[in-house]
């Protein structure tokens, strides 16, 4: 599907430059002016965001405009917004896509992510959650809801180390702190959650979840977890 391209514009608030228009595809009010407000907290103009309660609408918008940034329900008057993902995903520039989504099933998930979805949060997180995981949609990440990423964990296979593990850490290994924060994050729970747990700041947790990325060589959640169990690291 050939959409006609104009450019994207830039929005400097809070001093961040902000890739626009966006477009909410949401059919809930109250939801959607929810997704509205946030957005307009991290900086953008009411001007810049396209609001679509179905995906005729959200279609209807896409023939005339470019979008940078798209958050998507799945569930919609006229049909599935995984459709409309596989859509946004071969445009060009293609969009930044966060499914914001009240499913949280197998289908619903793979679905959506092998659609193109960039991103996956529940609709259940609150406003906080929500702004953190488009500000990492924006800066080229991919969010999975913990929860999620829980489900897709317990969707793949464990590879056995292929070698017993040593008994002396190196450099790359994790400390007792980062495995211990390592396996609350395989429990599904957020970095707020998990700095209740063990009494430290979300600041520090933020910064140990950093170290272990860095070591274990990998970028999400999900692939920090996977590599920690196939080096035996966890069970």
């Given at each position: 599907?050939?959409?006609?391209?104009?450019?994207?514009?830039?929005?400097?608030?809070?001093?961040?430059?902000?890739?626009?228009?966006?477009?909410?595809?949401?059919?809930?009010?109250?939801?959607?002016?929810?997704?509205?407000?946030?957005?307009?907290?991290?900086?953008?103009?009411?001007?810049?965001?396209?609001?679509?309660?179905?995906?005729?609408?959200?279609?209807?918008?896409?023939?005339?405009?470019?979008?940078?940034?798209?958050?998507?329900?799945l569930e919609l008057?006229?049909?599935?917004?995984?459709?409309?993902?596989?859509?946004?995903?071969?445009?060009?520039p293609s969009p930044?896509?966060?499914?914001?989504?009240?499913?949280?099933?197998?289908?619903?998930?793979?679905?959506?992510?092998?659609?193109?979805?960039?991103?996956?949060?529940?609709?259940?997180?609150?406003?906080?959650?929500?702004?953190?995981?488009?500000?990492?949609?924006?800066?080229?990440?991919?969010?999975?809801?913990?929860?999620?990423?829980?489900?897709?964990?317990?969707?793949?296979?464990?590879?056995?180390?292929?070698?017993?593990?040593?008994?002396?850490?190196?450099?790359?290994?994790?400390?007792?702190?980062?495995?211990?924060?390592?396996?609350?994050?395989?429990?599904?729970?957020?970095?707020?959650?998990?700095?209740?747990?063990?009494?430290?700041?979300?600041?520090?947790?933020?910064?140990?979840?950093?170290?272990?990325?860095r070591k274990l060589?990998?970028?999400?959640?999900?692939?920090?977890?996977?590599?920690?169990?196939?080096?035996?690291?966890?069970?």
């Amino acid at each position: 599907m050939a959409f006609p391209q104009d450019n994207l514009s830039m929005s400097s608030g809070s001093g961040d430059a902000l890739p626009s228009p966006v477009l909410v595809v949401e059919d809930e009010p109250l939801l959607q002016r929810r997704l509205q407000q946030v957005l307009i907290q991290l900086g953008y103009a009411p001007s810049e965001l396209l609001m679509a309660e179905s995906l005729k609408a959200a279609r209807d918008l896409l023939a005339t405009r470019t979008v940078a940034l798209a958050l998507v329900d799945l569930e919609l008057p006229d049909g599935n917004g995984r459709s409309l993902i596989e859509e946004l995903r071969v445009l060009e520039p293609s969009p930044g896509i966060l499914v914001v989504s009240a499913w949280s099933s197998e289908e619903a998930i793979l679905g959506a992510l092998r659609a193109g979805a960039t991103g996956y949060v529940l609709k259940e997180r609150d406003d906080l959650e929500v702004s953190l995981s488009i500000r990492s949609v924006l800066r080229g990440g991919a969010p999975i809801d913990p929860f999620i990423a829980r489900r897709i964990l317990e969707l793949l296979p464990v590879s056995p180390a292929t070698s017993t593990p040593q008994t002396t850490r190196n450099e790359h290994d994790l400390s007792q702190r980062e495995c211990s924060i390592l396996e609350l994050v395989a429990d599904g729970m957020t970095n707020r959650e998990i700095a209740e747990r063990v009494s430290l700041s979300r600041f520090t947790v933020d910064t140990h979840i950093k170290r272990i990325y860095r070591k274990l060589a990998v970028s999400s959640r999900v692939s920090a977890v996977q590599e920690a169990k196939a080096r035996g690291w966890l069970s």
